[in-house]
């Protein structure tokens, strides 16, 4: 059992930047492939970005690829998402999640192979 916390979110102008963090509690972090993902009204959980147990592996969506960083810090039990040239459509809620990996190198890209969520944070894009 892993609580996920979100924090971060808020209004931001186009092209400006903007730092995610999650945090977890209650689980052994380091044992977690994390990931993050965002939800536009109206639209399907979207992926954005998931980092490897070690830190040492990422995948981004081509829609953040070279904008968006994804970076886990294991001793603060917190994943991070730095955003940056952020645009409109990047407007969304954006949750983290996570679960424990069959074999410690995999990468998920599927909002069904998570398994703990937190509850998200609003992130506003304006022009």
């Known amino acids: 059992q892993v609580q996920l916390v979100e924090s971060g979110g808020g209004l931001v102008q186009a092209g400006g930047s903007l730092r995610l963090s999650c945090a977890a509690s209650?689980?052994?972090?380091?044992?977690?492939?994390m990931g993050w993902f965002r939800q536009a009204p109206g639209k399907e959980r979207e992926f954005v970005a998931t980092?490897?147990?070690?830190?040492?592996?990422?995948y981004y969506a081509d829609s953040v690829k070279g904008r968006f960083t994804i970076s886990r810090d294991n001793a603060k039990n917190t994943v991070y998402l730095e955003m940056s040239s952020l645009k409109l459509e990047d407007t969304a809620v954006y949750y983290c999640?996570?679960?424990?990996?069959?074999?410690?190198?995999?990468?998920?890209?599927?909002?069904?192979?998570?398994?703990?969520w937190g509850q998200g944070t609003q992130v506003t894009v304006s022009s």
């Open positions: 999640a996570a679960r424990s990996p069959p074999i410690q190198t995999m990468l998920f890209r599927s909002s069904a192979e998570y398994v703990y």
């Open positions: 980092i490897s147990l070690s830190g040492n592996s990422t």
């Open positions: 209650g689980g052994s972090f380091s044992t977690y492939v």
